[in-house]
């Protein structure tokens, strides 16, 4: 697949054509196209390149970073060039790798090696931790999310309503007329790998039966608000709502579930809200649910999840990039699907995927905040397929 996605121009300006001046980080969600960008900027470029992944390499293997870095540094020496590439996938698996990144970055920077460093990870948790630790004021960072409706549809021709059901998954696309296979790839290859290898493995979890749960669950909901101590009753475990949260941030920075806070000029009581959860991606509701998508399709009511959680989904995906928060809004019986902020402005957006659209919330809030634009998407408003190619920056 020839399929480019706009994340790849920015890395390669910032490699080809700017000094070295920063370690480029590259995180998102597992199977959403880092590595194949990586390989089209080294076909783009002449500079020598070195790549290496940690998959496979010991966690307490410091030095295999500083073995690397070595071969990296001979290259450009035996290439007569005067800058070179090094680029470390999955980077976050090696214990303490911002110490050492530094280490090496420090010195390259002192003998002036025009090694330009790239790192990539799919835990965005991890990642951060050792970037604001050890490389402060050293590294940029590029967010690749899940797949939008855009590029869905130029890559592999995705109508709307697949792209509401199958989600952004670019690996499992060539399977959807088999959606049996598609599901088992989807559970297998995406959902369980996310949860071992980027949550389990790298983070010490004291319950992951109740984390695994808790997934199912808020996949089950997403597009629902529910309290902690309303989640503890439906997983009928010993935990606390305390931990019920740490694990939903862990979820969150695996790219697979978020739990959106209620929005309140109030920072305090916004973060004490209880969460209306949301999936990265609606291929993890559908691979999880029993019926078809031919089936779902015919309940309008169910559909409407499916509908409302794509709208979230393409949300939370822009907001890691483009900066801005997203929200919910409910007061009483008033409820408002999604509220952002923006740079001191405000927007709320109401989905309906019916022929009649309920706007009653949308006026309460516009009652209490009159300052906010209000959006509608579907029935009457905005097409949703309009919506989903809509960067949502544009709206402020």
């Given amino acids: 697949m020839n399929f480019e996605r706009s994340h790849k121009s920015l890395l390669l300006n910032r490699l080809v054509d700017e000094k070295r001046q920063f370690v480029q980080v590259v995180f998102g969600p597992r199977q959403v196209g880092k590595t194949t960008m990586i390989v089209q900027v080294l076909k783009e470029t002449d500079m020598p390149s070195h790549y290496m992944s940690a998959d496979g390499v010991s966690s307490d293997q410091q030095i295999w970073i500083s073995q690397q870095w070595e071969i990296a540094r001979l290259i450009i020496k035996q290439s007569e060039k005067n800058e070179g590439l090094l680029i470390f996938d999955e980077i976050q698996k090696i214990e ?58 130029e890559a592999f021709g995705y109508d709307i309503d697949q792209f ?45 039966a109740l984390m695994r749960r808790l ?26 709502t305390t931990t019920l949260s740490n694990y939903l941030n862990l979820l969150d920075t695996a ?26 991606n609606t291929a993890l509701m559908s691979a999880q649910n029993d019926l078809t998508f031919q089936e779902v399709k015919m309940k ?16 939370i995906n822009s907001s890691r990039a483009g900066y801005f928060t ?39 809030f516009k009652k209490k905040f009159p300052q906010c634009k209000v959006f509608l998407i579907g029935a009457s408003g905005l097409p949703v397929s309009q919506f989903l190619q809509t960067n949502p920056t544009d709206l402020f």
């Fill in 326 to 364: 997203v929200h919910y809004w409910r007061d009483h019986n008033d409820e408002v699907d999604f509220v952002l902020q923006y740079r001191g402005k405000v927007i709320a957006i109401e989905v309906k995927s019916g022929a009649r659209a309920q706007i009653s919330g949308m006026e309460a």
């Fill in 215 to 240: 997934f199912v669950l808020g996949c089950q909901y997403s597009g629902q608000i529910l309290s902690f101590n309303k989640i503890l009753g439906q997983l009928l475990d010993a935990g606390n």
């Fill in 300 to 315: 309008p009511d169910l559909w409407g999840r499916w509908v409302e959680s794509a709208v979230g989904a393409h949300l």
């Fill in 96 to 153: 303490n790798w911002s110490e050492v990144v530094k280490r090496e970055w420090d010195l390259d920077t002192m003998n002036g090696t025009g090694l330009k460093v790239v790192l990539l990870g799919s835990s965005r948790i991890l990642l951060q931790q050792g970037l604001t630790e050890s490389l402060a004021g050293r590294y940029e960072t590029t967010y690749m999310g899940h797949w939008s409706f855009s590029e869905m549809q």
């Fill in 255 to 280: 790219g697979l579930l978020n739990g959106i806070e209620k929005y309140s000029p109030d920072l305090i009581r916004q973060r004490s809200s209880s969460p209306k959860f949301q999936v990265y």
């Fill in 164 to 208: 509401i059901w199958f989600g952004g998954y670019p690996g499992a696309a060539s399977m959807i007329k088999d959606e049996n296979r598609w599901k088992q790839y989807v559970l297998d290859s995406l959902i369980e790998a996310s949860i071992s290898r980027d949550i389990l493995m790298l983070t010490r979890v004291d319950k992951p």
